[in-house]
């Protein structure tokens, strides 16, 4: 059974299925990850942080964001626009 992140996101998947996928979501996202979620490529993510103020650290030397920082950022970016 292929379980998607996104019925997971949506809450379509039974406590049954999801001990047999044993999804577990990862505490830091990569900068590949956020790039995904934010429809960019990695290199504006850079961006983000660098000029556009993402939180981010550094673990091992890779660079990781939170993901309630993500959603934090982009809650207030969200209200600077509007």
């Not at 970016?77 to 509007?82: L, S, Y």
Request: glycine share 4%; with cysteine.
């Amino acid at each position: 059974m292929l379980i998607t992140l996104s019925e997971v996101w949506e809450g379509n998947v039974f406590m049954s299925d999801r001990k047999r996928a044993a999804i577990v979501q990862p505490l830091l996202l990569s900068i590949a990850d956020v790039a995904v979620q934010l429809g960019v490529c990695r290199q504006t993510v850079y961006t983000y942080i660098y000029h556009e103020g993402l939180p981010s650290i550094k673990v091992k030397g890779i660079r990781r964001v939170h993901p309630d920082s993500l959603v934090d950022w982009l809650k207030k970016r969200e209200q600077q626009i509007a």
